[in-house]
C-alpha cells in the first residue's frame, strides 16, 4: 500500500469547497458513484484528519466530494486512519493521500500505526525467503562505498 501526505493541498487544479461542518456544505459522492469512479480506474482520494474521526474525499471534474455514507447522503466517518485504509483495500484503491490534522492526530493512531509497522517487520524476518546479510558484510561495503572502491 502506497501513502502519501500533505500538509494541506490537494491536487492542483481540483476546486476545494469547505468542510462539510461549515457552510455551505462540502458535495458527496454516493457509495455507488465511488465504486463506478474505482472502476473507471480514476485517482485522487484523500484521507483527511477532523478532529476524532477521518473522512474520505475523492477529486470528481475538478471538485472535491465527500464520500457518502452507503445508506444516505451524510458524509462518511472513520474512527481511525485504519479503518480508512481496509475500508479503500476492500474496494480495490490501494494508493491514496493522508492529509493529517496535526492538532487532531490521535496517540491511538500513532500506536496502532508503530505496532503494524512492527508486526509487518516480523513476518518479512519470519519468511522462509528472508535472505539474510551479515553485519560483517554490510560494514565492508558500506566501507568501500565511502571509500570509493565500487565494486
Not at 462539510?20 to 485517482?43: N, Q, R, V
Not at 458524509?75 to 481511525?80: C, I, V
Request: glycine content about 2%.
Amino acid at each position: 500500500m502506497q501513502l502519501t501526505t500533505f500538509t494541506d493541498a490537494r491536487r492542483s487544479g481540483a476546486m476545494p469547497c469547505a468542510s462539510h461542518f461549515i457552510s455551505p456544505p462540502m458535495p458527496t459522492l454516493s457509495h455507488d458513484a465511488f465504486l463506478d469512479w474505482i472502476a473507471a480506474e480514476k485517482s485522487g482520494v484523500f484521507a483527511v484528519s477532523e478532529a476524532e474521526f477521518w473522512r474520505l474525499e475523492v477529486i470528481v471534474d475538478d471538485e472535491i466530494r465527500l464520500l457518502a455514507d452507503t445508506t444516505s447522503t451524510a458524509p462518511r466517518t472513520f474512527a481511525t486512519l485504519s479503518d480508512v485504509s481496509d475500508f479503500l483495500l476492500v474496494v480495490g484503491i490501494s494508493e491514496f493521500s493522508v492529509i493529517p490534522n496535526p492538532s487532531a492526530l490521535r496517540a491511538a493512531d500513532y500506536d496502532n500505526w508503530v505496532l503494524q509497522a512492527i508486526q509487518e517487520a516480523v513476518r518479512e524476518a519470519d519468511a522462509p525467503d528472508t535472505e539474510w546479510i551479515a553485519n560483517e558484510e554490510v560494514e565492508e561495503a558500506t566501507r568501500n562505498l565511502t571509500e570509493g572502491n565500487h565494486e
